[in-house]
């Protein structure tokens, strides 16, 4: 069996997440548990940090790991989806799990003729802790895929430390239509004696995490109510945050939503030095300036071309959005927008945060959840936003590129699967 072959078996002997939606969630760890249990229970031997929440759950576990790598351990990373490659979703040290790993997974399970059918993340997931546990791992940084309570993820029993980013509403017809309702499954990655850090609180949800670890026997800390850094001098290419535990720490990782992951962050690496990880301010520091180089962590509100400047930005989410948005109006140029989503997000909600004076370039990524371009576009009209149809991303950049003057802007975003689409067709400068 090639690679090719193995990943061709994974997308279309599992349902996916990415193809099905909601369908292809299966609630429960019961299936998870018995796959893992079939290769030997590697879930059981990893030391793990959790990492739940809404948005910004990638940038935290990369940027977690990454300063892991610096401080000399070897980390195990397991994110999703995956832009170009399979194997993005499984790393360690930032190096993507081996094709021929990959093939001998998928052989060894198809050999087994075992009465399992997991889904697509679930088969992931194991695969990812039997390779952690093959590698020796010092620790796994584990990023839920949805919700947290019923999660594939959620197998480890007794994680180092969970942290929960934030509560927006999305997935709203799985984790529930209320943010309470979505803040109590992410909850459920809360275990019994182990430190959480909560990102992002509000009275609303507030109560629902403290209830969780009042249950749980457990230290939870808000990073929303500490004072991580004095000040932040934020560029298109750089942010410097002054006076952390740290101290001076300089991040590539630029974005306004960046802020309030970088507090996460920092109140995070507090916690597990406390808990004798061995971090040292200088591992913090060269770890949060390489976190792309150390993880391959990649598409949010990042950089790819000068002239005219483009970013691309995987935001898919109301809660994401928001700060998008606010950024998108506060950079004083023309801006062109290539636009797509996945039709079972809230694209009203987003609608309505768009500027209107942008030139805009209809899309959507090759899914079969995709919103077509047109109805995009009728949406989109309502809220007094004009713009032309493509049916492909690279066509719809190839037609802002080609109408963008030097001192424009060119945005990608609505969707991790529309940018994926575009990186596969382009090399990445």
Request: proline content about 3%; some cysteine.
């Amino acid at each position: 069996m090639t690679y090719e072959e193995a990943t061709d078996y994974l997308f279309t002997s599992f349902p996916s997440f990415q193809k099905y939606g909601g369908k292809a969630y299966n609630p429960g760890l019961e299936r998870t548990t018995a796959l893992s249990d079939a290769f030997g229970s590697p879930h059981s031997r990893l030391k793990v940090i959790h990492v739940g929440g809404t948005n910004g759950k990638g940038t935290v576990a990369c940027s977690l790991a990454a300063v892991l790598q610096k401080s000399g351990y070897r980390v195990g990373l397991f994110t999703s989806p995956h832009l170009v490659d399979f194997r993005e979703r499984i790393r360690v040290d930032g190096e993507m799990i081996p094709k021929a790993k990959v093939v001998d997974f998928v052989e060894r399970f198809m050999s087994m003729k075992i009465d399992i059918e997991p889904s697509f993340f679930e088969f992931t997931t194991v695969m990812a802790f039997e390779y952690f546990d093959e590698m020796q791992v010092d620790v796994a940084v584990i990023e839920v895929g949805l919700g947290g309570r019923l999660d594939s993820t959620n197998i480890v029993k007794r994680p180092e430390l969970c942290v929960i980013t934030n509560i927006s509403t999305d997935h709203t017809d799985i984790l529930g239509k209320t943010r309470k309702q979505i803040a109590a499954e992410k909850a459920g990655i809360i275990k019994w004696g182990v430190p959480v850090v909560v990102g992002e609180s509000d009275k609303e949800i507030r109560e629902v995490f403290e209830n969780k670890a009042f249950v749980e026997h457990t230290e939870m800390v808000f990073a929303s109510d500490r004072q991580r850094f004095d000040s932040v001098d934020a560029s298109d290419a750089a942010f410097v945050y002054h006076n952390t535990v740290f101290g001076k720490i300089t991040s590539h990782l630029t974005g306004n939503y960046q802020l309030k992951n970088m507090a996460t962050i920092l109140v995070a690496l507090d916690i597990l030095r406390r808990l004798h990880w061995r971090i040292s301010s200088e591992a913090v520091k060269e770890g949060l300036a390489e976190v792309g180089e150390l993880t391959g962590f990649y598409g949010r509100w990042t950089r790819i071309a000068e002239s005219p400047l483009t970013i691309i930005d995987g935001g898919h989410n109301e809660g994401g959005w928001k700060y998008v948005a606010r950024q998108l109006k506060s950079i004083k140029r023309r801006k062109h927008i290539v636009l797509g989503f996945v039709a079972d997000k809230d694209v009203a909600a987003i609608l309505r945060l768009l500027p209107t004076d942008a030139v805009y370039y209809f899309t959507s990524p090759q899914s079969k959840r995709a919103l077509s371009p047109a109805v995009l576009a009728e949406m989109a009209q309502k809220r007094g936003i004009e713009g032309a149809c493509y049916a492909k991303v690279g066509d719809a950049y190839n037609a802002a590129k080609q109408a963008a003057a030097a001192d424009d802007m060119i945005f990608i975003g609505g969707s991790i699967y529309l940018l994926g689409d575009f990186l596969r067709n382009r090399e990445v400068t």
